[in-house]
């Protein structure tokens, strides 16, 4: 360990935690290590559980002079001595170990420090004592460490609120606890506090440890970290660039998607509720989509490959098996995931239901009614009655803009007017007609509706046409996919022939298949607030 007072610049982005024991067989520690460390690991941390000292210096030394060579520090678990006696960058602590203000003095001030911390408090409490970085998890269960005690898992909202405990600080965060290239994107996406502090890096340990081929699994890890971090200034939900949102550039991009969409005919994969699964269908092919309805965890990795939509919506609250992993492929597949969490603020298993599969997979775009955005943003101000809403929200624009900052995602509030926000922009839709919440699951179309617009708008970010106003811009297609649903709606009640929910659902699925361009540029009521 150096002696001089001048601390070392460190790249947390992908923090390897060591596990002898997961090793597969035929792989070496070191050889495991060295592949790792090509892959782009950027920080090692020496974990011994088992060993005595001699043999966790040995390992330690081993470690630090491999590392070395690919200028990677070396940090030791829990054992201060070791650190000293290797020479290594630094140490981290546990929350029963040795306290911070101690080890410190026992350090030379160049030694790295890091704590792990599973509280808003402990958080706090590193802060103070001088913490160089923390460890914030268990993210999620995990087979390398005992967290079946209450609180040992905080998940991704315990750690939205250690990094906000972090603000200004310039104390770096590392979430750790079963990360992995499975869950990645989401902890990335997920782990960022109400303002936008966000992860300094990823703690990883079986998911290199226990891989046949480390260097290809923190490759992937690696490359993930760099894309999410080059896309944070951009805002979590555009696949490639922003427009500006004016009322007339938001009508434009829509009217062009309504042709993008029977163009490229994008797979609407739909996982929903059983009520709707022939209504959705039939909406996804009047929209130009292809619709496929599959519940089997089984196929979800092969129908993630496939361009194109995904749609969740737990309206029955089953095939749940099936719903993580749609949205785990989707995530790392790059397809929009769309979340209709109906009724999650009915029961308390609706919500853990919608925590489980939002602590596994990244959203794209959340969409509810007033209750159901209520739920997710812990607000009283709208009361649920089943899967309906009781009332409404005083200022909806902050509402949406707020629950689109915590999930790093657009969020779409329904009703008479919508409101869907990125987190910055909010843009009103007022289109629709009372008559389409009088059929059985008019909430449920709107979703298929967006999922089939985000899917054509995200092929169409891989062939990207020169001028083009929808090239990946999730806002723009979930924008485009309400006024397709509300337009229609508005043209279906107009007929003569319509004289009551029984003659509308007929008629709205044949404007939706007739719906023009021209159609939506004349018709959409559009209007736009941007921070």
């Not at 971090?229 to 939900?237: E, F, I, K, L, W």
């Not at 009781?390 to 509402?399: I, P, R």
């Not at 004289?499 to 009521?525: H, K, N, Q, Y």
Request: with cysteine; glycine share 10%; net charge negative.
């Amino acid at each position: 360990m150096s002696t001089d007072n001048v601390k070392r610049v460190v790249d947390f982005s992908l923090y390897l935690v060591t596990g002898r024991n997961l090793l597969p067989h035929g792989k070496s520690y070191l050889t495991c290590i060295e592949e790792a460390l090509r892959g782009g690991v950027t920080v090692v941390q020496v974990r011994e559980k088992e060993v005595e000292t001699a043999e966790f210096l040995e390992i330690a030394n081993d470690t630090i002079a491999l590392c070395s060579r690919y200028n990677v520090p070396v940090i030791i678990n829990d054992r201060i001595d070791v650190a000293l006696a290797s020479g290594a960058a630094g140490v981290h602590l546990g929350q029963s170990d040795m306290p911070l203000a101690i080890v410190r003095k026992l350090l030379p001030p160049s030694a790295i420090i890091g704590v792990s911390c599973t509280t808003r408090e402990h958080a706090l409490k590193a802060v103070e004592e001088g913490a160089d970085y923390v460890g914030l998890g268990a993210i999620y269960a995990t087979r390398t460490k005992d967290v079946s005690a209450p609180g040992s898992v905080c998940g991704i909202a315990g750690a939205r609120a250690m990094l906000g405990a972090l603000e200004g600080t310039g104390v770096k965060a590392v979430a750790i606890g079963g990360v992995n290239s499975k869950n990645v994107l989401r902890t990335l996406h997920g782990c960022v506090s109400s303002t936008g502090h966000a992860l300094d890096g990823v703690a990883v340990v079986s998911d290199i440890m226990a891989s046949p081929e480390p260097y290809a699994t923190a490759s992937c890890l690696a490359q993930t970290f760099c894309a999410w971090s080059a896309a944070v200034s951009r805002g979590p939900a555009a696949f490639l660039v922003k427009a500006q949102y004016t009322r007339e550039g938001i009508a434009a991009a829509a009217a062009t998607l309504v042709d993008t969409v029977r163009r490229v005919r994008p797979l609407v994969h739909q996982i929903t509720n059983n009520v709707v699964k022939t209504q959705s269908a039939n909406v996804t092919l009047a929209l130009g989509g292809s619709p496929i309805m599959a519940e089997a965890e089984a196929e979800q990795a092969d129908l993630a490959r496939v361009p194109g939509g995904l749609l969740i919506n737990y309206g029955t609250v089953d095939a749940i098996d099936g719903m993580l992993a749609a949205g785990i492929h989707a995530n790392q597949n790059r397809k929009p995931v769309v979340f209709d969490p109906v009724g999650v603020g009915a029961t308390s298993f609706r919500r853990a239901t919608a925590a489980k599969l939002l602590d596994a997979w990244q959203p794209t775009v959340i969409k509810g009614n007033a209750a159901e955005i209520g739920a997710l943003a812990d607000s009283e101000e709208v009361k649920a009655q089943g899967v309906d809403s009781l009332g409404g929200f005083k200022d909806a624009s902050a509402v949406v803009r707020s629950l689109a900052r915590t999930h790093r995602c657009i969020v779409l509030l329904s009703g008479p007017t919508d409101y869907l926000s990125d987190g910055s922009t909010v843009i009103r839709l007022s289109n629709g007609h009372a008559i389409l919440g009088q059929i059985t699951g008019a909430g449920c179309v709107l979703g298929t509706a967006i999922a089939t617009y985000c899917g054509a708008a995200s092929i169409a970010a891989s062939e990207p046409c020169e001028g083009s106003l929808v090239n990946g811009d999730m806002l723009l297609a979930v924008a485009a996919g309400t006024l397709a649903l509300t337009i229609a709606a508005q043209r279906a009640a107009g007929r003569k022939e319509v004289r009551g929910p029984g003659t509308f659902l007929p008629a709205l699925i044949d404007e939706l298949a007739m719906l023009s361009p021209g159609a939506v540029l004349g018709t959409a009521t559009i209007d736009v607030e941007t921070e």
